[in-house]
Every structure is written in structure tokens, then in C-alpha cells.
């Protein structure tokens, strides 16, 4: 497994929009066993993306997938910094959504993206 953290700031007042751009790309993406935005606690303009594939060649073919593509303008006109905090060698990936169907039933389809 191939695995990748990075943060995100945003210019300020734009997490909202760069957080809808990257759900919007990440749909689709053969071999990505997780892909998680998450905001960060203390600064209201950072992102925190982390993601978990099965190989490096997958991750790298996703960055031609016309969705991933179309995206990457549109984000980079609201990042105002990135960081790749890390590339990691996962040593397990789950997805959570009979977890989160389980507690949360009836918000799944409105508010979870897995």
C-alpha cells in the first residue's frame, strides 16, 4: 500500500469551497482504498488529506482521471500553501461505512462520502 498526507491553507474564508472541489475529484479513483478531507481544529483556512491506495501507480494514474484534472485549476487559484507532510506504507486500510450506517443511519447519504 501506498499512502500520502499533506496539508492544505487555503486563502482566507475558502476552505468551505476547496473542501467541495476535493470531494467533487475524489469519486471514481481506482485503487484508493481511503481519501479522507478533514479540517483542521485550530486554523480555520487548513486542510488536512489523507489518503491510502493499494499501489504509487495507482495514485499516479488518478492524477490524470479527467476529474481529478478539471480540479486541479480550480484548487490551485484557492491554495495559498501546501505541504506533503508525508508518503507512508500503510499497514492496513478499512472503510468505515458499515461503521457509520450503523451510527449514523440516517445522515450517511447527506453528510459521509466513504
Known amino acids: 500500500m501506498y499512502g500520502l498526507i499533506a496539508k492544505l491553507r487555503t486563502i482566507p474564508g475558502r476552505r468551505?469551497?476547496?473542501?467541495?472541489?476535493?470531494?467533487?475529484?475524489a469519486v471514481d479513483m481506482p485503487g484508493c482504498l481511503s481519501y479522507v478531507v478533514a479540517k483542521d481544529s485550530a486554523d480555520?483556512?487548513?486542510?488536512?488529506?489523507?489518503e491510502v491506495w493499494d499501489t504509487q501507480a495507482s495514485h499516479d494514474a488518478s492524477l490524470s482521471l479527467p476529474a481529478v484534472r478539471n480540479a486541479i485549476p480550480q484548487a490551485k487559484r484557492l491554495v495559498a500553501d501546501f505541504e506533503k507532510v508525508a508518503v507512508t506504507n500503510p499497514a492496513s486500510a478499512f472503510r468505515a461505512r458499515r461503521v457509520i450506517r450503523r451510527v449514523f443511519p440516517a445522515r450517511l447519504d447527506k453528510e459521509f462520502s466513504i
Request: charged share 30%; no cysteine.
Open 16 to 25: 468551505e469551497e476547496m473542501i467541495g472541489i476535493l470531494k467533487g475529484s
Open 44 to 50: 480555520e483556512d487548513t486542510i488536512w488529506v489523507t
